[in-house]
């Protein structure tokens, strides 16, 4: 899958605690992006990366937090999960005008 | 505010026929469309991307045509096959957006053998 992978894959959290979700990419793509999926709203924006240690905020990125040490990596966390934060979280990656190549998903739960 | 939206949400066609996917944008002053597909319980896969400058893209049975002028672009399914059953989505980088796509919510396709 173009050199993506999102860990972990899956997770079941509590109310009020952090969580990091990681992307990783063998790809040397400029832009790397996280997107949350849930029904009724589609693919939203959370944040996104144009290169290292430059950043941006989507559409819904209160509550969310990136970084980006490194061209490969692209961490997403969430300091306080909240019940609202249960999704599908994907990341994506890209060069300028390129096409989007997404990784498989994590499926965030939280109680 | 740029708004991507897709009719029909969902669609249902015998095997071996020809459809038409449709996706609608309201800014036209866009870089590029891309259009994907998911499975279920999938991440997307990119299906076709349509620069600003190109009126269309094919990739087997695939077409995707573009009119920026009228915010409008179609998918072209020829033959379907059952393997075809996914939900399509298309998706846009406009000119303010430092290349964030914004997404339509899908075309959910189902093809009946």
């Known amino acids: 899958d173009a050199g993506i992978t999102q860990s972990p894959r899956h997770k079941v959290t509590e109310t009020g605690t952090p969580v990091t979700l990681r992307c990783h990419q063998t790809e040397n793509h400029r832009y790397m992006y996280w997107y949350r999926q849930d029904p009724g709203h589609g693919l939203r924006l959370i944040h996104y990366s144009y290169g290292v240690k430059d950043t941006d905020k989507g559409e819904v990125s209160d509550g969310y937090s990136v970084s980006r040490s490194k061209t490969e990596d692209f961490l997403l966390t969430l300091e306080s999960a909240t019940s609202s934060q249960t999704s599908v979280y994907f990341c994506?990656?890209?060069?300028?005008?390129?096409?989007?190549?997404f990784g498989n998903g994590t499926r965030l739960t939280v109680t | 505010k740029q708004e991507v939206t897709q009719i029909p949400a969902a669609l249902s066609v015998p095997e071996g026929e020809n459809l038409v996917l449709n996706c609608s944008f309201t800014?036209?002053?866009?870089?590029?469309l891309q259009w994907f597909r998911q499975d279920p319980g999938k991440g997307l896969t990119s299906l076709l991307l349509i620069q600003s400058s190109q009126r269309e893209q094919t990739s087997g049975r695939l077409n995707a045509s573009l009119d920026k002028s009228s915010g409008r672009s179609t998918l072209y399914i020829a033959a379907s096959q059952p393997g075809d059953s996914a939900t399509y989505l298309c998706a846009v980088i406009d000119g303010g957006s430092q290349g964030n796509l914004i997404f339509g919510k899908g075309t959910k396709l189902s093809v009946k053998p």
């Open positions: 800014d036209s002053a866009i870089y590029n």
């Open positions: 994506a990656i890209s060069d300028w005008n390129s096409p989007l190549h």
